[in-house]
Nanobody, 119 residues
Framework: QVQLVESGGGLVQAGGSLRLSCAASGSIFHSDAVGWYRRAPGNQRELVAEITRSDDMNLAESVKGRFTIFRDSAKDTFYLQMNNLKPEDTAVYYC?????????????WGQGTVVTVAS
């Protein structure tokens, strides 16, 4: 089974930037999509950014213009570039990859990486 490992979280001042990385232990090239989710304290997990197999990109309204997602298929790694960070971006960020097999959604998650944005 493919495993995902995130890196790149940390503490940053408001207005700063971070790049999160998600490295897969196996091929994710044929996945339906890869993406990033986050869960802030007291909130539900929400989709932040997703890129599909056909390179369509979906971004949450709250991060449009500030975040972007991209991948390096040769390295089975994808990234979340976060610019102009705000305190409300503080959360645990999780990467995700999913496939549809026999009409069932199969997915894998990373362990999470903490992003803290200080005001």
């Amino acid at each position: 089974q493919v495993q995902l490992v995130e890196s790149g979280g940390g503490l940053v001042q408001a207005g700063g930037s971070l790049r999160l990385s998600c490295a897969a232990s196996g091929s994710i090239f044929h996945s339906d999509a890869v993406g990033w989710y986050r869960r802030a304290p007291g909130n539900q997990r929400e989709l932040v950014a997703e890129i599909t197999r056909s390179d369509d990109m979906n971004l949450a309204e709250s991060v449009k213009g500030r975040f972007t997602i991209f991948r390096d298929s040769a390295k089975d790694t994808f990234y979340l570039q976060m610019n102009n960070l705000k305190p409300e971006d503080t959360a645990v960020y999780y990467c995700n990859a999913h496939w549809t097999i026999n009409d069932r959604r199969l997915e894998v998650w990373g362990q999470g990486t903490v992003v803290t944005v200080a005001s």
